[in-house]
């Protein structure tokens, strides 16, 4: 329970904060996540990438807590992190999905692909421009 009492100070939240003298928790800012798995989504047919999964299994539906996280730890980790970007892996394909937020723009996820010939036909690998600290944007390339 320590954790997300921490995040509602960072945010703002006053009563929380009452219990967390340490000043850096006043300034929030919106992290970037990692993580191996993916957030949920059914499947990869929602990827419109060049290095996305091959026809074949693009609509296998995905299960959750193997292919990608449950929703329920998506919705907690995009509702309660407030992520500025989301870059994830494990499918071997790339792709790129908007999470909806309530009352925010939506959380950009990228699923990074393989870079391996053993797993891909196209191996790529991407590169993130950041301009935190001065914006929330940012540029994503595929290369």
């Known amino acids: 329970m ?3 009492g921490q995040l509602k100070c960072a945010k703002g939240d006053k009563e929380a904060c009452k219990y967390w003298q340490n000043p850096v928790l006043q300034q929030f ?22 290095d996305e999964a091959p026809g074949d299994i693009k609509t296998t539906r995905f299960r959750e807590r193997w292919e ?21 892996g494990h499918t071997h394909h790339g792709c790129h ?6 009352h925010s723009p939506p959380v950009h996820e990228y699923t990074i692909p393989s870079f391996s010939w ?13 301009y935190f600290g ?3 944007s ?6």
Request: proline share 11%.
């Open 29 to 50: 800012s919106r992290p970037v996540l990692l993580q191996h798995y993916p957030l949920y989504r059914d499947s990869d047919a929602v990827c419109d990438e060049p």
């Open 134 to 136: 001065i914006t929330d």
């Open 97 to 102: 999905v908007e999470h909806p937020v309530p």
């Open 138 to 143: 940012f540029n994503f390339y595929l290369c």
């Open 68 to 88: 990608c996280l449950s929703r329920d730890a998506t919705e907690m980790l995009v509702e309660e992190l407030s992520p500025r970007l989301v870059l994830s």
């Open 118 to 130: 053993r797993n891909k036909r196209n191996p790529t690998f991407s590169m993130v421009r950041t």
């Open 2 to 4: 320590m954790l997300p």
